[in-house]
């Protein structure tokens, strides 16, 4: 079992910056991936940033070039550094652990066995 634990979100005008953190409380599993969603309202959880166990990592097209998802397996920490923020940035953001095979050019959402509980970033004009 993987409990997440997100934090990090917040309020932040648009080209601002915001790190959000995903803790894992268990080393007793082995995550072959972790990833970053967001839902915005409305519209369907989409994948924003993935990272295997390998090191490899996958963007949405939307957020290539501004923001980036990293880890440290000391911590058993995810995070997603989000830069030049834009308002459709604006969702609540999921941090997601998998355990099996992801698609690293088109990672499923249906293959992620834990989720967070999901924190709010809001990005105004």
């Known amino acids: 079992q993987v409990q997440l634990v997100e934090s990090g979100g917040g309020s932040v005008q648009a080209g601002g910056s915001l790190r959000l953190s995903c803790t894992a409380s268990t080393t007793d599993s082995i995550t072959n991936c972790m990833a970053w969603f967001r839902q915005a309202p409305g519209k369907e959880r989409e994948a924003v940033a993935t990272?295997?166990?390998?090191?490899?990592?996958y963007y949405a097209d939307s957020v290539k070039g501004r923001f980036t998802i990293s880890q440290d397996n000391a911590k058993n920490t995810v995070y997603l550094q989000m830069n030049s923020l834009k308002p459709e940035d604006t969702a609540v953001y999921y941090c997601?652990?998998?355990?099996?095979?992801?698609?690293?050019?088109?990672?499923?959402?249906?293959?992620?066995?834990?989720w967070g509980q999901g924190t709010q970033v809001t990005v105004s004009s």
């Open positions: 990272i295997y166990i390998d090191g490899v990592t």
């Open positions: 997601a652990a998998a355990m099996g095979w992801v698609s690293r050019s088109n990672p499923d959402k249906a293959r992620f066995d834990y």
